[in-house]
């Protein structure tokens, strides 16, 4: 089993609807937990952490289920921009070693 | 502000050729420094991280190497490159001074081997 799993799509999703993706860990102590969005050809940025609590930013929500061991990110009325490749990233150990999923593909139609 | 800087932007090199990267880092002081690897259409690969200057950890073997001869420079060499360095090149930092922080990622070196 890999560490940090994700579908990796493509999830193709028109434009104005909701989507959600999950992220699977197998390290239980894990802390630390991340989205990031990577655009074509571009470095991955920073979309949100993820908190114990869950946190949303906009039409974002991210959340944690440590029972199941995984993140997920919703995307609420979908933009045509929102299409890209969305990485997980988990830090199993806490020491700022964080391990990355192959990231879920996510396409907006019009 | 913290922001970091990579180049070059681009690259196309022969095979059997030499290689090295910069990447600096500004606004912050002792961070983690990493080189990832990013293949077409594939995931990040960890190739180097650096806890301070001098010392580096390598994730995989291969020719590649790097150096962090001051605290906010990191640099990925090769003395010879292969067909298969062929990829993205992606410099990112940590602030180990706040917890839960995130890796941040520099704008990417795409290297093509020809």
């Known amino acids: 089993r890999k560490e940090v799993e994700q579908d990796p799509g493509p999830f193709n999703v028109p434009e104005g609807a909701t989507v959600a993706f999950n992220c699977t860990y197998s390290n239980s102590a894990s802390q630390s937990f991340f989205w990031y969005r990577q655009d074509c050809r571009k470095e991955p940025k920073l979309l949100m952490s993820?908190?114990?609590?869950?946190n949303e930013d906009g039409r974002f929500t991210a959340q944690l289920n440590r029972a199941s061991q995984y993140i997920s990110l919703l995307i609420r009325d979908s933009k045509l921009s929102d299409s890209a490749t969305y990485l997980c990233?988990?830090?199993?150990?806490?020491?700022?070693?964080?391990?990355w999923g192959a990231g879920t593909k996510l396409i907006i139609k019009p | 502000s913290q922001t970091i800087h990579q180049w070059p932007a681009t690259l196309v090199q022969p095979v059997g050729s030499p290689l090295s990267l910069e990447c600096t880092v500004e606004g912050t002081s002792n961070p983690n420094l990493y080189w990832y690897r990013q293949a077409a259409g594939r995931g990040l690969q960890l190739l180097f991280y650096?806890?301070?200057?001098?010392?580096i950890s390598s994730e995989v073997p291969q020719n590649l190497s790097a150096s962090r001869p001051q605290d906010r420079q990191f640099i990925l060499s090769s003395k010879k490159l292969l067909l298969s360095d062929s990829g993205f090149y992606l410099c990112?930092?940590?602030?180990?001074?706040?917890?839960?922080?995130?890796?941040?990622f520099g704008n990417g070196t795409r290297l093509t081997v020809t």
């Open positions: 990112a930092w940590i602030d180990r001074r706040s917890y839960n922080s995130p890796l941040h």
């Open positions: 990233a988990v830090d199993p150990h806490s020491n700022y070693q964080l391990i």
């Open positions: 993820v908190y114990s609590s869950g």
């Open positions: 650096s806890v301070g200057i001098g010392q």
